[in-house]
Every structure is written in structure tokens, then in C-alpha cells.
């Protein structure tokens, strides 16, 4: 596609519930990361995916997080167990993945905006 | 710790009028250093980049910014903006030997006419 997109744009669920939040990267892009955007607050790094595996997974929370890329495309952020707290705007981005050390432009997809009831 | 300030959180100006949004960092050795912008209700875009080189970088929309190394700065300039520009605007650092990009919280640029 043209640009990053996540699915869905918007999403209200219950205290407890599990959600999962999609992210398809620009085509041929095989980096991907995820960031956590709370109100007033810059995105705040999740997880880097290279390819089908995650590279650095520091920036999950806690256990009720995990992310897949099992094709090394699509990337599904899954959050058990969902807490009032994780209402936030969830940010997906993607670039080419020649290596970060290059400093890769990211481009954001629109986001996903979680509500936690 | 690895951190980015971003000095103020709004910043209103008279269109026409120069800018600057400021932008601090932690220390490190190496870093690379990004500005993105967030329209209403769009996604974060690259407004302009440090990577290696001149230290003064030029941007998309009139944008510039200036890395200073011995103050740990690369703050964001515009000699004259537009209602246009207004956004809100996010310094980002790399940090290179690792994965992540560190996002300020952000400044808010609002435009008046």
C-alpha cells in the first residue's frame, strides 16, 4: 500500500478483556516497530521487529503485552487482560530495514486509539 | 538515562513571526537526532533529519534545525510561519548501538492570525 495502516482506527473494550491491534507496514519495509502514545505524551517505544523476529522487546510493559510478525509483514500487537491504564493511542511505523545504525526514516501509520473501560 | 526534553509544551506566535521549539538530550556518544510533526488528526511525518555532517539541516515547509553537540541540542527553527504549521511537533533521538527512538512529549505550535 501506499502507507502504513492499522486496524481499527478506533477501539473501546471492557477492563479484562484481550484485544489485538494490526499493523500492515509499507510494502518491501521489513522493520517494524510499535510505540504507545498517552494523552500529552510522546510515543513512547514497545517493540522492533527485523523481519519475522523481535529484535528488541524492552519497551513491553509487562507479560499482558505481545507482538507477532509471523510472515515478516503484517504485525499484531495482542494485549491480555486489558487495565484502564493501557488506554492509549497505539502507534505503529515501519521502514526499509537496512540496518539501524543508518538511521532510517520511520513512517508512522494513523494509529489506533484504545479505550479501556 | 537515556531522555529527551522538549522544553515547552505550547507555543503560540503571530503568523509571520519566527520559531524555534527547543529540544534537549541526554548525552551519549553517537546519536541521531529527527523531527517529526503531527497534524490534527494524522500520523507522525519526518520533517527533517541529523544523521552526520553539517550541523545545520534543512527540512520540508521552511523548517530548519542545528545540532549542538556540546550542549546536546537540536532545537527546531522557522523564520516565518504559517496558520498552516500549526501542529504538534516531537524531537526524536536514537541512540546508536541500540533499537530504540526516544520521543520528546512534544510542543505544541499554534499559528494565529
Known amino acids: 500500500g501506499a502507507g502504513v495502516s492499522q486496524t481499527p482506527s478506533n477501539k473501546v473494550t471492557e477492563k479484562g478483556k484481550y484485544v489485538e491491534l494490526r499493523c500492515d507496514p509499507i510494502?518491501?519495509?521489513?522493520?517494524l516497530y510499535w510505540y504507545r502514545q498517552s494523552l500529552g505524551q510522546g510515543p513512547e517505544f514497545l517493540i522492533y521487529f527485523q523481519g519475522t523476529g523481535a529484535a528488541d522487546d524492552s519497551g513491553l510493559p509487562n507479560d499482558r503485552f505481545f507482538a507477532v510478525r509471523p510472515e515478516g509483514s503484517v504485525s499484531t500487537l495482542k494485549i491480555q487482560r486489558t487495565e484502564r491504564g493501557d488506554s492509549a493511542v497505539y502507534l505503529c511505523a515501519s521502514s526499509l530495514g537496512l540496518g539501524q545504525g543508518l538511521g532510517e526514516t520511520q513512517y508512522f501509520g494513523p494509529g489506533t486509539r484504545l479505550l479501556v473501560l | 538515562a537515556q531522555s529527551v526534553t522538549q522544553l515547552d509544551s505550547q507555543v503560540p506566535v503571530f503568523e509571520e513571526a519566527p520559531v524555534e521549539l527547543r529540544c534537549n538530550y541526554s548525552s551519549s556518544v553517537s546519536v541521531y537526532l529527527f523531527w517529526y510533526v503531527q497534524y490534527p488528526n494524522q500520523g507522525l511525518q519526518l520533517l527533517l533529519k541529523y544523521l552526520s555532517g553539517s550541523t545545520l539541516v534543512k527540512g520540508i515547509n521552511g523548517f530548519e534545525a542545528e545540532f549542538n553537540k556540546s550542549q546536546t541540542s537540536f532545537h527546531l527553527r522557522k523564520p516565518s510561519v504559517h496558520i498552516s504549521d500549526t501542529a504538534e511537533y516531537f524531537c526524536?533521538?536514537?541512540?546508536?548501538?541500540?533499537?530504540?527512538?526516544?520521543f520528546g512529549a512534544g510542543t505544541r505550535l499554534f499559528v494565529k492570525a
Open positions: 526524536a533521538v536514537f541512540y546508536t548501538g541500540g533499537f530504540k527512538t526516544i
Open positions: 510494502s518491501g519495509h521489513t522493520a
